[in-house]
């Protein structure tokens, strides 16, 4: 099992910036990937980004791509989402994923709010 336990949510203005940290406990060496979703009210959750926990290699939606950025701490087991000019769309539930082969998103924690005011 793999525990992840998110950090870093807030209200911030529109064009503002936040950095959220997922940290990951557990059986981590079997990571294969961890990303971010995102679920606003009365929506499905949608993917943001993911991070190959080996090689790095990263992957962003087209709405975040450009003012996102994931990135991954191996020696701390913890993955960051720096969220940079953000608008009120970006506001939701942000949940941080993590799955030992692709496509694989087993394991999830338990969301951190993002609010974006105009």
């Known amino acids: 099992q793999v525990q992840l336990v998110e950090s870093g949510g807030g209200l911030v203005q529109a064009g503002g910036s936040l950095r959220l940290s997922c940290a990951a406990s557990?059986?981590?060496?079997?990571?294969?990937?961890m990303g971010w979703f995102r679920q606003a009210p009365g929506k499905e959750r949608e993917f943001v980004a993911r991070?190959?926990?080996?090689?790095?290699?990263?992957y962003y939606a087209d709405s975040v791509k450009g003012r996102f950025t994931i990135s991954r701490d191996n020696a701390k087991n913890t993955v960051y989402l720096q969220m940079n000019s953000l608008q009120p769309e970006d506001t939701a539930v942000y949940y941080c994923?993590?799955?030992?082969?692709?496509?694989?998103?087993?394991?999830w924690g338990q969301g951190t709010q993002v609010t974006v005011s105009s």
């Open positions: 991070i190959r926990w080996s090689f790095g290699n990263t």
């Open positions: 557990g059986r981590t060496f079997s990571t294969y990937a």
């Open positions: 994923a993590a799955g030992r082969t692709s496509g694989d998103w087993s394991f």
